[in-house]
């Protein structure tokens, strides 16, 4: 027997009207070269609809890929629902990916047209000529002062937008593809993900679900993940569809002027990277943050001290969330629950420091790295990490590395090892390819590097495997001090004893200016291995 419910597709257009009409008041704030700028919902809809009519203009493909270089701001926004929402699909650049990546992902997604923020004209200006599809660049002004390339035709914006008609949107099939991702590709070539329409609605259902990040219409939220990294962890599509305000930093994204935002606009959910919160802490001191309610984290491990110094200085920790441009990318979020109420602090702060329970709709579950064989939720047993789910990707885009990453019967092989205790609470212990492999038996690198980072004189810290003629691979770490203190290998080691197993102590420390950043702000542990490889340990 079947149901008799309507069976209407999930697709992007229903958020957009629903803000278009409903919250067309509310207020979009984005920062830009020179300072902010502000509009509301109304009027992005209005110029987004334009838009749709500016890609017809533009003569792009029925199901053409619409690739943005650009920071997080309403004008980027205006382009995450005018492409899928005209039946096109929008592929957000890395701005940060090495030119020959960029090269290749534009050709591999086939991308016709590029909206490039004028302050970022300078660095995708020398990579034109590479890319084989694009027929239009479409400068967007940011208050940035970047001359135009010569020889080149560039199409402006708001003259374009200006010529337009607006159009009406219409997406039948909630299966369409609506946007498109490459991972940031620290081996090989980048891989693409392409997310429907369907995806991307039951993924943002998943982010405003209150017990994930729970976005509301009273809502101010600040994405200051780029909403070219895995979607900006959902919360561009989360504000339109709830009619939070959005506050999108723009090119100001130095730790000052990111305190200043969260202040003035009174700023309720602040998300970003681990690296972006370690700078920003100090700026806030002093500063009014009381509007601010919750500071959702992810992309690597957020160490255990620095959620515990937001927690004394703002009487807020992180919360800490765990996810992939593979899983859209929020697939965990460590809430914690109401018979953990009455714990110790202390005890919270570990439960804080997991990536916690799978959203409402993501299956997670551990796998034996050689046989495949699912392991236990018993706290101890660590496996491949594997999810499966409605906005989990099946393959990747026109790919022939795709089968290696999932199992026979479909979920996504992560990459990841975890354990997960019997409430669901999942432990991310370390990436397969970061895990030291001592004697056949594994040192977590995040679990050392968190235990060095909580060291008040350690500003970053990050532990890769060196070769070793006993043991095959041993523990170094790389330490970074805080300005203005001093530390010996001697201290760091001392400080680890007893916090860590002795055979997981690092057999030496070398001391270093910064650890290196990927693409996304996370500690680029290749660069640490192509630099210390070679690494002579001491032999006692
Ligand atoms: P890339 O592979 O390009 O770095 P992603 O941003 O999609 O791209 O990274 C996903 C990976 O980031 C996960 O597989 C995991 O290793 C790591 N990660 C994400 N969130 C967390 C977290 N909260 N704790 C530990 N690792 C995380």
């Known amino acids: ?72 701001t309403a004008r980027h926004l205006e382009l995450y629902f005018a492409a899928p929402c005209s039946g096109r699909v929008l592929h957000t650049l890395n701005i940060r990916l090495f030119p020959e990546q960029l090269t290749y992902i534009v050709n591999h997604a086939q991308d016709e047209v590029i909206f490039v923020d004028r302050s970022l004209l300078g660095l995708l200006a020398p990579l034109l000529p590479t890319f084989e599809t694009v027929r239009h660049i479409v400068v967007m002004e940011d208050g940035g002062d970047v001359p135009d390339p010569t020889g080149i035709e560039l199409l402006d914006h708001e003259e374009l937008l200006a010529g337009a008609s607006p159009v009406e949107f219409h997406v039948e099939d909630e299966r369409r593809a609506a946007s498109m991702c490459y991972t940031s590709g620290t081996t090989g070539n980048p891989k693409g993900v392409v997310y429907t329409h369907r995806s991307t609605y ?32 959902g919360l561009a599509h989360a504000g339109v569809a709830s009619g939070a305000s959005l506050v999108l ?48 984290c992810g992309g690597s491990a957020v160490p255990k001290a620095l959620s515990e110094a937001y927690r004394e200085q703002l009487g807020l920790p992180i919360l800490q969330a765990w996810g992939m441009t593979e899983t859209s990318p929020v697939a965990s979020v460590a809430i914690t629950r109401s018979w953990m109420d009455d714990l110790d602090e202390s005890v919270l702060a570990d439960v804080r420091a997991t990536q916690g329970p799978a959203l ?4 997670l ?35 022939p590395r795709s089968p290696e990453s999932f199992t026979e019967d479909g979920w996504l092989r992560t990459g990841d090892v975890a354990v997960i205790t019997p409430d669901g609470y999942v432990q991310i212990v370390d990436r397969t390819k970061d895990v030291v492999k001592s004697g056949g038996e594994w040192i977590s690198s995040v679990e050392l590097e968190n235990e060095i980072m909580a060291h008040p004189d350690v500003a970053e810290a990050a532990v890769i495997g060196v070769p070793h003629p006993k043991w095959s691979e041993r523990p170094l770490a790389c330490v970074v001090v805080r300005e203005g203190a001093s ?51 001491p032999t006692v």
């Open 360 to 363: 409402l709709g993501v299956e």
């Open 202 to 233: 039951l993924h943002t259902l998943g982010v405003l679900g209150a017990d994930a990040i729970g976005v509301g219409e009273r809502d101010t939220v600040m994405p200051v993940v780029p909403m070219f990294h895995a979607n900006a962890w």
């Open 249 to 296: 930093p723009g090119p100001r994204m130095t730790p000052p002027a990111l305190a200043e935002l969260i202040e003035s606009e009174r700023v309720t959910i602040a998300a970003g990277v681990p690296t972006i919160w370690m700078g920003v802490l100090p700026e806030l001191e002093g500063r009014d943050t009381s509007a601010l309610r919750m500071i959702p």
């Open 1 to 72: 027997m079947l149901g008799t419910m309507q069976d209407r597709p999930l697709t992007l257009t229903h958020f957009f009207e629903r803000a278009e009409r409903s919250f067309a008041r509310k207020e979009l704030v984005s920062g830009s070269a020179t300072g902010v700028e502000r509009t509301t919902y109304g009027e992005w809809a209005e110029r987004t609809r334009r838009l749709g009519g500016v890609l017809d203009d533009l003569d792009i493909s029925a199901d053409g890929r619409v690739a943005t270089f650009a920071w997080n």
């Open 365 to 399: 579950r551990i796998a034996h790295q050689e046989t495949g064989e699912e392991l236990p939720w018993d706290g101890a047993s660590r496996g491949e990490l594997q999810a499966a789910g409605p906005w989990i990707t099946a393959s990747y885009h026109d790919d």
């Open 487 to 537: 530390l010996a290998k001697d201290d760091v080691l001392g400080f680890l004893d007893g916090r860590v197993a002795s055979w997981w102590l690092p057999d030496d420390v070398v001391f270093i200016d910064e650890v290196p950043k990927t693409s996304v702000g996370k500690f680029s542990k290749k660069d640490l291995r192509d630099r210390f490889g070679g690494h002579q340990l």
